[in-house]
């Protein structure tokens, strides 16, 4: 049995949590848009054809923010291509994902569908081939009452109210090559510059998010930043972070140390956003938006193959595309991930877990079938659902394993909240021991537990292996059950947590 011994205190706190941090992402990619969550016909659609046994999944997950239409997708997309009557709407080749787009769903759809689902929208414009123009002629058309010749469609499309967006993504990887319309630093933070400059004179409460790097491996990483800041630091609010995980050739001790990587991605984009702030003797702090990121096999799964056939393949509506199935090993990574979103709270104030339906997602539908939780829905719906008031500092004294990629690593990680108004702590700890459980001792400095109201963990079912995942026949495979055993008295928390496990622990207490 390993160890760890962890202390908080309720006055140290990180800050208020973001709710926007349990954030999705829905993209015109495969099946999440189509058969995923707008499918006319489908016995469970409703008479706009969204699938209303999806959304009743989307509302357990909690997800509170959804970015939208893409992706690389929206690097090539025209947003005028998807309003108006559908029987006009233009069938339009996709480049990003060599796939035919129907428009059959469009913007007006997506602000309907959100209404339904109870989520803000984050939404991305295209500043791959198009610029600032369409930017600003988008927030007219979305925010402006009335009166002027996009609000004015607007109205005629059906929407007299004005949709109300706040939160604007100014493109999206565009230092990747693969995008297209792939820039420089200087040519995209210029854009980005004029762009945000212009959709903010149309509406000045607007929030805007500037593309930072793809991934922490991009050879322009740090350099991207700060060069795309130094042209836009007046104009946007935040910068975003996009990473994906997953285990490489079975070396799954780094996989599971991959919140590691998220924590340095995450403190050097903090690090690069202030050095420009202090140079261009900037007032605001820029924060972060991880705007994309999960658990996402790019090589050695089956996905793999649909990636490689769609774009080899024929053009066609909707192809099966990187739809991974996660496994118990990929929920304790993705609960790890979310820790480390939680702990840097104080400075990453949006999080998108990509994606939302079928497309490396939470959630799997299948076509005029039913749809089901994945093992990576537990940890985020009770994080979302529980994680809410004050983010606490931890000190965290726990045995190590080692790994290639990172070296020695924690075996036990953890994040924690303390709900005032409720008076309840929540505490969500992943084991990373694939053999051992781990003995966990904390000290709730400034507290007095009165009981336990929720204890639950995520573990490798009976006859499992670290491999189990849910399916279509068993849904409810790889779930959160009881977990026993848990002492909370006074300011002291005790519990065991199985091997390759994670869990959650919600507290009742009282100011010690
Ligand atoms: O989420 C899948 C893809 O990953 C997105 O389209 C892109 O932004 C990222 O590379």
């Known amino acids: 049995m390993s160890r760890a011994r962890i202390t908080l205190d309720r006055d140290f706190t990180v800050g208020e949590v973001p709710r926007r941090l349990f954030g999705s992402f829905v993209e015109h990619m495969g099946r999440c848009v189509y058969t995923g969550i707008y499918e006319p016909g489908h016995p469970e659609a409703d008479e706009n054809g969204f699938r209303q046994d999806v959304l009743k ?51 007006h759809e997506f602000v309907d569908w959100s209404r339904q689902a109870g989520t803000e929208i984050m939404e991305a414009i295209n500043l791959g081939t198009k610029g600032v123009e369409e930017a600003r002629a988008i927030v007219e058309y979305s925010n402006h009452p009335g009166g002027t010749y996009w609000s004015d469609l607007r109205v005629k499309n059906g929407h007299k109210d004005p949709f109300d967006i706040k939160l604007w993504c100014l493109g999206n990887e565009m230092d990747g090559p693969w995008q297209i319309g792939h820039k420089t630093a200087d040519e995209y933070g210029r854009l980005a510059q004029e762009a945000a400059k212009a959709m903010r004179y149309v509406d000045p409460s607007i929030e805007l998010v500037a593309c930072g790097s793809s991934k ?68 605001k702090h820029i924060n972060l938006s991880f705007d994309e990121w999960n658990v996402w096999y790019q090589r050695g799964r089956d996905t793999e193959d649909q990636l490689r056939n769609i774009v080899k393949g024929p053009w066609r509506e909707h192809p099966r595309v990187i739809e991974d199935h996660y496994n118990v090993t990929d929920a304790v ?20 877990q990509a994606q939302l339906v079928n497309v490396i997602a939470p959630i799997l539908s299948e076509e005029n079938g039913p749809a089901w939780k994945q093992t990576i829905f537990h940890p985020f719906a009770r994080m979302a659902e529980l994680a809410k008031g004050q983010i ?15 070296g020695d690593t924690d075996l036990v990680d953890v994040s924690a909240t303390w709900n005032e108004e409720t008076g309840r702590v929540a505490l969500f700890f992943a084991n990373r021991g694939l053999e051992e459980a781990a003995d966990v001792e904390t000290a709730l400095r400034g507290f007095d537990a009165r009981q336990v109201v929720r204890a639950e963990v995520l573990e490798i079912p009976d006859g499992g292996d670290r491999f189990s ?34 869990a959650v622990v919600e507290l009742e207490v009282a100011k010690a």
Do not use: C
């Open 333 to 352: 990574v993705v609960g790890t991930l979310l820790n480390s979103l939680l702990r840097h709270g104080d400075r990453v104030k949006i999080a998108n």
């Open 57 to 107: 999944l989307v509302k357990e997950l909690g997800a509170t923010v959804i970015r939208y239409p893409g992706g690389n997708f929206v690097s090539g997309y025209n947003w005028e291509d998807g309003i108006g009557p559908r029987e006009n709407r233009p069938r339009r080749l996709d480049g990003a994902w060599h796939t035919v787009e129907t428009n059959a769903f469009g913007l």
């Open 469 to 502: 995942i849910n399916s279509q026949d068993q849904p409810g495979r790889v779930a959160l059950k009881p977990l026993e055993g848990v002492k909370a008295t006074g300011s002291e928390l005790r519990l065991t947590l199985p091997a390759l496990s994670w």
């Open 216 to 283: 922490s491996a991009m050879p322009t990483f740090g350099e991207w930043e700060q060069t795309v800041l130094t042209h836009t630091y007046d104009e946007v609010d935040y910068v975003s972070l996009h990473a994906y995980y997953f285990e490489e050739e079975g070396d799954v001790g780094s996989f599971l140390a991959s919140a590691v990587d998220t924590d340095f991605f995450i403190e050097s984009v903090i690090a690069t956003a202030d050095a420009v702030r202090a140079k261009g003797k900037h007032k």
């Open 392 to 406: 606490l500092r931890l000190s965290v004294d726990s045995d190590k394993y080692s790994n290639d990629r990172f």
